[in-house]
């Protein structure tokens, strides 16, 4: 087997010599989580010492840009493709909907095999699942327990999406009916937990964690967290943020359980730990929930700063100049390039068909003076909701918008903490671990940090005219003014053309969407009241 794989490594051009030595990688992908909804970013209402404490130690990634919603993003995350390469630009896929991400896309567990990982996905799937090929287990990953649809209930694990409900919780491909009445962030936490411990370290692993949280539940009980959680937050007035506060402590809780394990297991020193979000926060009660994106622009599904710039970071011991700000511009596309580099694999190891670039050289730059290779950011074409937005340098361009502009405002708690509990991040079970590295991180160096994160908004020039994509496309520097306050489209003819012409060369790139119709025949009450492969009982469809 050993053997296999080391000619296999050859054959691929890498030159690794001995797989004991290549990082784990833990990539733990957050759901809706908003830009002020960790404290690391300044939110001083809730509380994410686990998370903080990776921050501190890790790469702080300031202008880290996501699609603005689950399905898209997931996708270019696993292919390292923009969602307009792949047909997966237009919405999510819906339980009754027989549409996946293409079977002929290979993505990042199946690249990583190859180099000899193991990989177990733990959580949300999103990207398909009306046959089972579609599904994680057929898809790189050699063990599932989650759900294939974009959201559930806490407790009970069923989805609504009307006029369908079914129960969406699994192992591999069987229901996973005892689960039933435990916490979803607790299940995934402890299987993840399984995962590190059963793993022979030996080998490279790679786990897939996709949190439901802090995505909204059903409507019957939007934010399900257990009372005791939720009573720690009598601070917070606005009672769903104060669910949505004990949803995400759970996440951040689960967060210093893996650091924990992989520290027991001996793994921590070699391994590679993400945490993202998959998109911007639904704030104000959009999708029912209580996220901030504070100062930014919109909620997630807008193409505003709040709907795709996204909360992430990068912790590992490999890094040079660990507890750093990176403010170079990231996409979700370069964690395959990123992390196969990082792992020891070379360009030639994927196609050039992708649009993710490696990062990981201009991260751990000696000298930090290396700027970051990407200069545009494609932020998405969706011609059929009529709107699109793309980055180049310090310019963004949005041309229409969503919702008919309702969500264009600017959302959520804005409360900075003064108050900000240093000694919480140190005591954590992440802050112990990473301290027992040796990686340290101090009171200075966190007060440091957090300045240098906070977003200054600048000043509304009132003369200039109103931002109104539904009748002309908005033009912003980006850098000066990231909080879209100031539309410079009529002072910068030139720059608006350029912008128009680069978002069409880009548009001339695109596929056609894939997403299709919901079938009546998908209905869960068919299925034993799950939602279901239905597809690969039926013909044709
Ligand atoms: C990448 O791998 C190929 C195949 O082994 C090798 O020829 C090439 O020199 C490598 N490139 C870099 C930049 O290391
Ligand atoms: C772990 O894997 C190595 C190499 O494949 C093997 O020699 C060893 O016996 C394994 N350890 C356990 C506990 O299975
Ligand atoms: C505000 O916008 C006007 C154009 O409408 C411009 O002439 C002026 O320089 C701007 N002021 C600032 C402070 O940027
Ligand atoms: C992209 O191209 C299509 C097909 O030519 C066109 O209908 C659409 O309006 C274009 N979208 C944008 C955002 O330019």
Not at 26 to 54: C, E, M, Q, R
Not at 59 to 66: D, E, G, P, W
Not at 431 to 436: D, E, I, P, Q, R
Not at 475 to 490: G, R, S, T
Request: hydrophobic share 40%; with cysteine.
């Amino acid at each position: 087997m050993q053997n296999i794989l080391v000619s296999l490594i050859i054959i691929c051009g890498l030159t690794l010599s001995s797989l004991a030595n290549v990082p784990h990688i833990v990539f733990i992908l957050a759901d809706d989580l908003g830009w002020y909804d960790v404290g690391f970013h300044g939110s001083g209402d809730i509380k994410t010492p686990n998370i903080d404490a990776l921050a501190y130690s890790g790469l702080i990634l300031n202008r880290y840009y996501v699609a603005p919603i689950c399905t898209p993003s997931r996708s270019a995350l696993m292919t390292a493709k923009y969602p307009i390469h792949t047909g997966m630009q237009h919405g999510v896929i819906m339980g009754a909907e027989p549409w996946g991400l293409s079977l002929e896309e290979k993505i990042l567990p199946e690249y990583l095999q190859e180099l000899g990982y193991k990989n177990h996905i733990v959580g949300k799937w999103h990207l398909g699942h009306f046959m089972k090929k579609y599904t994680p287990t057929f898809r790189g990953f050699m063990s599932h327990v989650g759900f294939w649809t974009g959201h559930q209930d806490y407790y009970d694990h069923t989805a609504v999406e009307r006029p369908y409900w079914g129960m969406d919780m699994r192992r591999d491909l069987d229901p996973a009916w005892d689960l039933h009445g435990q916490y979803s962030t607790d299940i995934f936490s402890n299987e993840a937990v399984k995962i590190i411990e059963k793993h022979n370290a030996s080998q490279p692993l790679f786990l897939y964690l996709a949190h439901a949280a802090v995505h909204s539940a059903n409507p019957y009980n939007p934010l399900p967290a257990p009372d005791v959680n939720v009573m720690k937050f009598e601070n917070i007035k606005n009672y769903k943020r104060r669910r949505f506060a004990a949803m995400l402590s759970k996440l951040d809780e689960s967060v210093g359980k893996i650091v924990d394990t992989l520290k027991q297991q001996s793994m921590l020193e070699n391994t590679v730990i993400i945490f993202s979000t998959d998109n911007g926060g639904p704030a104000a009660g959009f999708n029912e929930n209580s996220a901030s994106n504070f100062p930014l622009k919109g909620v997630k599904n807008t193409l505003w700063e709040g709907g795709v710039r996204g909360t992430g970071l990068l912790w590992t011991p490999k890094l040079l100049n660990p507890g750093r700000v990176y403010n170079g511009v990231m996409d979700i596309t370069d964690w395959l390039p990123t992390l196969l580099r990082l792992v020891g694999g070379n360009n030639s190891f994927y196609s050039n068909e992708i649009d993710g670039i490696n990062m990981w050289d201009s991260f751990n730059d000696e000298t930090l003076s290396s700027s970051s290779p990407r200069r545009v950011v494609l932020h998405n074409i969706d011609d059929i909701q009529g709107v699109a937005a793309i980055t180049v340098d310090n310019w963004k361009i949005v041309q229409g918008t969503t919702y008919n502009g309702n969500w264009d405002g600017w959302y959520g708690s804005s409360s900075w903490s003064l108050s900000y509990d240093v000694n919480e991040v140190l005591e954590s079970p992440t802050g112990l671990a990473v301290a027992a590295l040796g990686i340290s991180i101090t009171s200075q160096s966190i007060e440091k940090l957090r300045d240098e994160l906070w977003i200054d908004c600048g000043i509304r020039n009132n003369t200039l005219a109103q931002c109104q994509p539904l009748k002309k496309p908005c033009l912003f520097n980006i850098l000066q003014d990231p909080c879209e306050y100031n539309n410079l489209a009529e002072l910068y003819p030139d720059v608006m053309n350029n912008m128009k012409n680069e978002l069409n060369k880009w548009n001339a790139t695109a596929i056609t969407p894939r997403k299709v119709k919901a079938d009546v025949r998908a209905n869960p009450e068919l299925w034993d009241h799950t939602w279901n492969n239905f597809g690969d009982y039926l013909s044709p469809i």
